[in-house]
């Protein structure tokens, strides 16, 4: 009996192919619960507290990359001791040797493990050549992490952010679990500061951090997964057709729920993760504000994956030039961040595609925007360009969501051609709790912001009670509606 327990134990405690550590799993918060009161214990000791972080984090890593986490330790001593060089000369030539070392190591590596089968397939597809991908493996969050690697060293050679002196406080920086596998990615300027100055987090951090828990579990284990439920089957498609087995209305309803699944899936993913770093006093920046009240492209990458757009804005938007070089340039700079933010995405033609589409929109709104700006700022102009942005970003999600670009373009091709109002009835009456779900996320989303900041701060000021009821309630939705597995984050495979 007890040889079995500890069998069992070590098992849940090893990395599992195909199973990594989510948030919204049993098994993670039950190691938090164990993790919080020693980190609480040690938060007054901050070389302590910072080792007992890092070995918690890579353990976190290796639950979801097993011995990757050898990879990322080393990722962290490049960085390091680059910066750390660079930090010890004012000659030009070294300190730009010691930037692009650690940029290519980084850089490198990750084109390795994400693109080398797409690049290598496309290649043989111009000489004519027969091609079998390689056995590669793609670390989790291995996008993330090199994005924030890339940003630290860029801003310690720029003179933005002071190198840390000790290796351990940027292994903290870049291993930090919370925003590890999936963002928000973490720029060192915000986060460093806030580790030396090692704030125990307050009352009002703690429960705004588990009010953004709650909120990213009811996104994430509730809704997302259960519109997921509906719209895997409208995009798998069958595979003699290319075309999915619904009708036409049935196939934009699963257009129109994917867009909401994966809103709510990352933006749960990033409230879970804001609110665990507010509870051992961190402050993560926000990644998502709203964006699907957007009227325009440009306000829409203002609101969605903050982190990211900040990041192309910042790391190569401007050096490209930005809009500093005149308006055709200024258009082509656009263009090429989002085709690279595309890419980053995953390595295939029709995230370039999707990148590519949201460049061109982004231009084509700069362009128009003179002449948008004489038009009355009336309900029905509001409600138009509202209407043409999210069709376009709707319609988009399509190629980010199905498995090829032939599948993209028939999907949204059918949802059109075979659209028919007789499939309301029988679709209301069998997907009732679907559409109840959907009416939901889409009326809080509508709401005025400032109703939601009014929401957590009267959960931080309500009696433990109340708490607690809000707490068991989710818990039990989420049992309700659950599938047979707990399905992973979307963001997970970038």
Known sequence: MLLNITDNILRQLSYIEGEPMLFSSGLFWVLFLIFLPVYAMLKGRRRQMTVFVIAFSLFFYYKSSGLFVIMLLGTSVMDWGMSRLMARTEVRWKRRLCLWTSLLTS???????????????????????????????????????TFQSVSYIVDVYKGRVRPTEFWMDYAFFLTFFPALVAGPIVRADYFLPQLRENRAATREMVYMGFWLILLGVVKKAIVADYLAQ???????VDPATGLPGYSGFETMMGIIGYTMQIYCDFSGYSDMAIGLALIMGFRLAQNFNFPYKSRN??????????SLSSWLRDYIYIPLGGNRKGTRRTYVNNFATMVIGGLWHGAAWKFVFWGAMHGAGLAVHKACKPYLGKVADSWPVKSLSWGVTMLFVMLLWVFFRADTFSDSVNIIGHAFSDFSLDYVPPFVSVRWLWLIIMGVIVVSHMLPTGFWDKAGAWFVRAPWLVKLVMFLVVIQLVLELQGEDVAPFIYFQF
Do not use: C
């Open 107 to 145: 850089l490198g590596i990750l084109a390795y493990f994400k693109y080398a089968n797409f690049f290598m397939w496309n290649w043989q597809q111009m000489v004519g050549g027969n091609f079998e991908p390689m056995d590669i493996i793609l670390p989790v969050g291995i996008s993330f992490y």
């Open 230 to 236: 509906y719209n895997d089957l409208i995009f798998a």
């Open 297 to 306: 492209l440009t306000d829409f990458w203002r609101r969605w994956h903050i």
